[in-house]
């Protein structure tokens, strides 16, 4: 009985805050951000419609006038407005259950958005799209909060599906950047890192988002190759970005992947090791360093000493750890490789540092 009084108050308080009071008058989307302006940690909202095309990330009014320019590192929350086709009460409830941030809570969310979307099936895209991301998305929480003794690889294996299914059935729309980016985070913990590949490709050519993204899936692309070991494409694409890159950071990071998959390619993977390390010596660049640091270990992991390699990668988790998900790759092979060398203790610690790194991904 409280605990429905709750929930009420709860919804109550959504479609007070998210509802406009004006008669007849559309609710629009709200869409929460990092104020950059501050260091504290500040957030500002913006009413209006979020929108990812070529010119990248953005909200609009009403009558298309451009109020904020977002990045996807600052973007916090996004609360739809009209979905045409959708009982926009229903969207506030699941919603609602979502930020009691638990698994009962996401599980019942998930079952919500699922039944929802099987009832949206002449819905406008948007809506579809919209519904099939917070599916996959609470399909993805549920997972994220389970320890390995709740079945978390076949909860894990369940929201990859997900993902591929929305990123099959959906190529353009802001959801779908997150969506890859979530995605691949799945796939860098259960060590299919060739299939991650394959779908940064996909977006590096989706001619719909910015250069920039466009961009940052080559470049994670090319991660991904030289983490399943396909050194040759590596080495290919890495060294055809760094030819039309300009000089800067995402260009020295180029250059440390085009070092190490040749080194790779070589059959003497450590020979890459003083040109990698000269890299990093050059620049004070944290993503630079994390990167170089992270190739070091795959090098490692290619010449088979493990050891070795996990002091690279305690470096990014301990030192060079600014990016989340360098950190995260990072943390997936540290424990790894403790499980490799039979120290359960404390390959069981890593991934419960993982599990908790896991809540810090806002998409």
């Given at each position: 009985m409280i605990r429905s009084v709750?929930?009420?108050?709860?919804?109550?308080?959504l479609l007070a805050v998210l509802i406009p009071s004006a008669v007849g008058q559309a609710?629009?989307?709200?869409?929460?951000?990092?104020?950059?302006?501050?260091?504290?940690?500040?957030?500002?909202?913006?009413?209006?419609?979020?929108v990812l095309d070529k010119s990248g990330l953005s909200v609009t009014d009403s009558s298309g006038k451009l109020l904020v320019v977002v990045s996807f590192n600052d973007f916090v929350k996004f609360t739809?407005?009209?979905?045409?086709?959708?009982?926009?009460?229903?969207?506030?409830?699941?919603?609602?259950?979502?930020?009691?941030?638990?698994?009962?809570?996401?599980?019942?969310?998930?079952?919500?958005?699922?039944?929802?979307?099987?009832?949206?099936?002449?819905?406008?895209?948007?809506?579809?799209?919209?519904?099939?991301?917070?599916?996959?998305?609470?399909?993805?929480?549920?997972?994220?909060?389970?320890?390995?003794?709740?079945?978390?690889?076949?909860?894990?294996?369940?929201?990859?599906?997900?993902?591929d299914q929305f990123l099959t059935d959906y190529a353009t729309g802001w959801e779908v950047w997150s969506a890859a980016h979530t995605n691949a985070r799945l796939l860098a913990e259960v060590g299919k890192y060739a299939e991650a590949a394959r779908m940064w490709s996909r977006l590096a050519k989706n001619n719909d988002l910015p250069a920039e993204l466009r961009r940052e899936a080559a470049i994670q692309e090319i991660d991904a190759q030289i983490r399943s070991k396909s050194y040759a494409l590596a080495s290919t694409a890495s060294e055809a970005l760094l030819a039309t890159t300009a000089p800067g950071t995402i260009k020295d990071r180029l250059a440390v992947y085009a070092a190490a998959a040749k080194a790779a390619i070589s059959g003497d993977p450590l020979s890459g090791l003083k040109e990698i390390e000269a890299k990093i010596a050059a620049t004070k660049e944290p993503i630079v360093r994390a990167t170089g640091y992270s190739l070091i270990g795959e090098?490692?992991?290619?010449?088979?000493?493990?050891?070795?390699?996990?002091?690279?990668?305690?470096?990014?988790?301990?030192?060079?750890?600014?990016?989340?998900?360098?950190?995260?790759?990072?943390?997936?092979?540290?424990?790894?490789?403790?499980?490799?060398?039979?120290?359960?203790?404390?390959?069981?610690?890593?991934?419960?540092?993982?599990?908790?790194?896991?809540?810090?991904?806002?998409?």
């Open positions: 709750v929930r009420g108050g709860v919804i109550a308080g609710p629009v989307d709200k869409v929460v951000v990092r104020d950059t302006a501050k260091k504290d940690g500040s957030t500002k909202s913006y009413d209006g419609a979020l739809p407005g009209e979905l045409p086709g959708v009982d926009r009460t229903s969207i506030l409830s699941r919603i609602a259950e979502e930020e009691r941030r638990t698994k009962k809570d996401y599980e019942a969310a998930r079952i919500g958005y699922k039944a929802m979307l099987e009832k949206a099936a002449t819905a406008p895209e948007k809506s579809k799209r919209y519904l099939a991301y917070k599916l996959a998305m609470m399909t993805t929480r549920v997972a994220d909060e389970a320890a390995d003794d709740e079945n978390w690889a076949a909860l894990a294996a369940e929201a990859i599906k997900d993902w090098l490692y992991l290619a010449a088979n000493k493990p050891r070795d390699a996990m002091w690279n990668f305690l470096w990014v988790e301990t030192v060079y750890n600014t990016d989340k998900d360098e950190v995260f790759k990072a943390l997936n092979r540290l424990s790894e490789l403790y499980q490799l060398q039979n120290e359960e203790d404390r390959a069981k610690a890593y991934r419960e540092k993982i599990r908790r790194i896991r809540a810090t991904f806002a998409y």
